[in-house]
């Protein structure tokens, strides 16, 4: 039972490097969310997906761009890394409740 | 924008103290849920609250959603080493959460 897969599980970027991150679900869930950890705060929303082919802004959008690929599958996307997005980024999942969430990409930006 | 406030931030006991969590936000949620974090990992549900007024417990820890559904407890019982973790709490509405910035829970032996 593998849940809610995210790789890469560590990854370090030059500023304004690009990079994917991806995010799988076998739960067969509508809905997907991408957040990000930063130390002593909680997660804040970046993008979410409600179902298949819908994808909106969350909380803290700017900097990121997603793809809804399919219903497993939904990725983060950073154009142009910034230190600022230095963080840790869990993706989830659910239809209804509750989330289900990955173990995080740990993405630092030097 | 939604916000939920923690408190307290850290908090460092014995082993066999009690201790409460506090959740709370002016706006008004459709359901609430506390999730534990370990270090390295995802957050993982404890309990969800729907109803105002509604009281959950699981073992030693009790959860409470205030009758207005904008605020929350959370009590632990006789704490244990490895109650120690992150705990997280979360307002659903309209198939979005908002998070708290957590409690950084230390249990000492």
């Known amino acids: 039972n593998a849940g809610v897969t995210q790789t890469p599980k560590f990854q370090v970027l030059k500023t304004g490097q690009s990079m994917t991150l991806q995010c799988a679900q076998d739960?067969?869930?509508?809905?997907m969310y991408w957040y990000r950890q930063d130390p002593g705060m909680g997660l804040r929303l970046i993008y979410y997906s409600a179902s298949e082919g819908t994808t909106d802004k969350g909380e803290v959008p700017n900097g990121y761009n997603v793809s809804r690929l399919n219903k497993r599958e939904f990725s983060l996307r950073l154009e142009s890394a910034a230190p600022s997005q230095t963080s840790v980024y869990f993706c989830a999942s659910r239809t209804g409740q509750p989330q289900h969430f990955g173990d995080g990409t740990r993405l630092s930006i030097l | 924008t939604q916000l939920l406030e923690q408190s307290p931030q850290f908090l460092s006991i014995q082993e066999g103290e009690n201790l409460t969590v506090y959740c709370n936000s002016s706006s008004v949620f459709s359901s609430l849920q506390w999730y534990r974090q370990e270090p390295g990992e995802g957050p993982v549900l404890l309990v969800t609250v729907v109803t105002g007024g509604e009281v959950k417990k699981l073992k030693r820890l009790t959860f409470q959603f205030g009758d207005a559904r904008k605020d929350s407890s959370l009590h632990i019982t006789a704490a244990q080493t490895g109650d120690t973790g992150l705990y997280l709490c979360?307002?659903?509405?309209?198939?979005?959460?908002?998070f708290g910035d957590g409690t950084t829970l230390t249990v000492k032996p």
């Open positions: 979360a307002g659903a509405n309209a198939g979005k959460s908002t």
């Open positions: 739960m067969n869930h509508n809905s």
